[in-house]
């Protein structure tokens, strides 16, 4: 028996949460010992329904990771020895976020210069808070799911890291927006810094973050038809990795739909990430898709992923009903379209049903799996305007209308969906993973 720790971008949506949980459960049921670390509300919800166990560090500043604001954590904060310190951290990591914030994300490093974790200082005291709960818990492999600081920690105690990941954050992969060419002087991300955390350990230094965060043993989900990567990248394909609880019914309110009407299922994702807004934040989909489909013959499912940041579009129209969150695969196969804003999972989800999607995209990573649902004829897209930062977006509820009501009269996207859907369906999946994961440590 092995002990793994899951590490995972501590966001508080459930994009990750839907990969890293078919895993985990996997994992269990052979026989292994298996422990999360999220601090995020949505994802601390999921993984306590799923029966597994949630270490949360004792540090509170990683606790705001990922835009998570909450009364509690800065009473932890206030109440913290190194109170002074942390204060200042998060203050000068919010102020980064914001002067560095851009619409278009073109890989992994760049990212993370946007994201409010350059500077030294923070990414110490995180990769030290990961350092005690990796101390405590004494894995035997950390499983990381695209958190840079958990791989960093995890080079700078020695112990093996297993990544799975998106073909688009794998460093040897064209980025995220690889259908233009990259313009000079991108930021990337200050990698001396991590180096110099790394030398603190007798780690060896990286050349990127990214290359940090390919492990080794590096599993790329979903299929090299829509996920490509050059040979030389020595990653594995599992296929797609989705989660549901084995059995899991649709709400009761759900099975009454009509039978006589489409069903569209309408995924948001996190409307808005932190106060002022962001390059994230997604409640363009939700408002554009109300303004175009409120008076349309069509059924549609709104769902939320536990979020409760909805109460300014109640009532919804007539047509629309919402659930907090629905098991996935089952809302997808009632779903004659989905309507979402380009989360990986989202994407995934809908191919492996065989469910056509109408993209709203509302991030470059976003975009990319936008285009690649488009490439293959499972779908369209959307694209949002904003501003230089990514704020103040627009979509046009008309295009909007017009491509989800030609996609549910095409019978093609459907017949494009069902064909990648059995290409899909020949990887291993969760179980794979699982059998490949468990193969690392033994040897």
Same mark, same amino acid.
């Given at each position: 028996?092995?002990?793994? *720790?899951?590490?995972?971008?501590?966001?508080?949506?459930?994009?990750?949460?839907?990969?890293?949980?078919?895993?985990?459960?996997?994992?269990?049921?052979?026989?292994?010992?298996?422990?999360?670390?999220?601090?995020?509300?949505?994802?601390?919800?999921?993984?306590?329904?799923a029966g597994f166990?949630?270490?949360?560090?004792?540090?509170?500043?990683?606790?705001?990771?990922?835009?998570?604001?909450?009364?509690?954590?800065?009473?932890?904060?206030?109440?913290?020895?190194?109170?002074?310190?942390?204060?200042? *951290?998060?203050?000068?990591?919010?102020?980064?976020?914001?002067?560095?914030?851009?619409?278009?994300?073109?890989?992994?490093?760049?990212?993370?210069?946007?994201?409010?974790?350059?500077?030294?200082?923070?990414?110490?005291?995180?990769?030290?808070?990961?350092?005690?709960?990796?101390?405590?818990?004494?894995?035997?492999?950390?499983?990381d799911f695209w958190?840079?600081?958990?791989?960093?920690?995890?080079?700078?105690?020695?112990?093996?890291?297993?990544?799975?990941?998106?073909?688009?954050?794998?460093?040897?992969?064209?980025?995220?927006?690889?259908?233009?060419?990259?313009?000079?002087?991108?930021?990337?991300?200050?990698?001396?810094?991590?180096?110099?955390?790394?030398?603190?350990?007798?780690?060896?230094?990286?050349?990127?973050?990214?290359?940090?965060?390919?492990?080794?043993?590096?599993?790329?989900?979903?299929?090299?038809?829509?996920?490509?990567?050059?040979?030389?990248?020595?990653?594995?394909?599992?296929?797609?990795?989705?989660?549901?609880?084995q059995d899991e019914?649709?709400?009761?309110?759900?099975?009454?739909?009509?039978?006589?009407?489409?069903?569209?299922?309408?995924?948001?994702?996190?409307?808005?990430?932190?106060?002022?807004?962001?390059?994230?934040?997604?409640?363009?989909?939700?408002?554009?898709?109300?303004?175009? *489909?409120?008076?349309?013959?069509?059924?549609?499912?709104?769902?939320?992923?536990?979020?409760?940041?909805?109460?300014?579009?109640?009532?919804?129209?007539?047509?629309?009903?919402?659930?907090?969150?629905?098991?996935?695969?089952?809302?997808?196969?009632?779903?004659?379209? *989905?309507?979402?804003?380009?989360?990986?999972?989202?994407?995934?989800?809908?191919?492996?049903?065989?469910?056509?999607?109408?993209?709203?995209?509302?991030?470059?990573?976003?975009?990319?799996?936008?285009?690649?649902?488009?490439?293959?004829?499972?779908?369209?897209?959307?694209?949002?305007?904003?501003?230089?930062?990514?704020?103040?977006?627009?979509?046009?509820?008309?295009?909007?209308?017009?491509?989800?009501?030609?996609?549910?009269?095409?019978?093609?996207?459907?017949?494009?969906?069902?064909?990648?859907?059995?290409?899909?369906?020949?990887?291993?999946?969760?179980?794979?993973?699982?059998?490949?994961?468990?193969?690392?440590?033994?040897?």
């Amino acid at each position: 028996m092995s002990r793994y *720790l899951l590490t995972v971008l501590p966001t508080n949506d459930l994009g990750l949460l839907t990969r890293s949980l078919p895993i985990a459960r996997e994992l269990l049921n052979r026989g292994h010992q298996v422990a999360f670390c999220h601090p995020a509300e949505a994802p601390r919800r999921l993984i306590s329904q799923a029966g597994f166990e949630n270490l949360l560090p004792r540090r509170p500043l990683y606790r705001f990771a990922g835009g998570n604001w909450t009364l509690g954590n800065f009473v932890r904060l206030l109440c913290s020895r190194y109170w002074k310190r942390d204060a200042g *951290l998060l203050i000068s990591s919010v102020r980064d976020m914001f002067q560095t914030a851009t619409a278009e994300v073109w890989d992994f490093d760049h990212l993370l210069c946007g994201v409010g974790v350059a500077n030294q200082s923070f990414v110490r005291v995180i990769v030290e808070a990961f350092l005690e709960i990796i101390s405590a818990y004494k894995p035997d492999v950390v499983v990381d799911f695209w958190n840079p600081l958990a791989c960093i920690a995890a080079r700078a105690c020695h112990k093996p890291l297993i990544s799975v990941i998106q073909a688009d954050e794998h460093p040897q992969s064209k980025g995220f927006i690889w259908w233009r060419q990259a313009p000079a002087g991108i930021p990337r991300y200050p990698v001396d810094g991590v180096n110099a955390i790394l030398a603190d350990h007798q780690a060896s230094p990286a050349r990127s973050v990214g290359e940090l965060c390919a492990g080794d043993l590096t599993l790329v989900v979903g299929i090299p038809e829509t996920d490509p990567l050059p040979p030389e990248a020595n990653v594995t394909y599992i296929g797609p990795v989705l989660w549901q609880k084995q059995d899991e019914p649709l709400p009761a309110s759900l099975m009454e739909l009509d039978r006589e009407r489409p069903v569209i299922w309408l995924y948001p994702g996190k409307l808005q990430y932190a106060r002022r807004g962001g390059p994230f934040d997604s409640a363009v989909v939700l408002e554009a898709t109300i303004e175009a *489909l409120h008076d349309q013959p069509v059924q549609v499912v709104l769902t939320t992923g536990y979020h409760s940041s909805l109460r300014k579009y109640f009532p919804l129209p007539a047509n629309f009903r919402h659930a907090p969150y629905v098991p996935g695969l089952a809302m997808a196969e009632r779903s004659d379209l *989905l309507i979402h804003h380009g989360g990986y999972g989202s994407c995934q989800t809908g191919l492996y049903t065989g469910t056509p999607a109408l993209i709203i995209p509302t991030f470059s990573e976003r975009e990319s799996n936008a285009r690649r649902i488009a490439a293959v004829g499972a779908g369209d897209f959307v694209l949002p305007t904003s501003d230089a930062r990514g704020r103040n977006k627009r979509v046009s509820a008309e295009e909007v209308r017009t491509k989800a009501l030609r996609i549910l009269s095409d019978s093609s996207f459907r017949e494009n969906a069902m064909r990648i859907r059995e290409r899909m369906r020949t990887f291993g999946g969760a179980p794979a993973a699982a059998r490949l994961i468990e193969c690392f440590s033994s040897a």
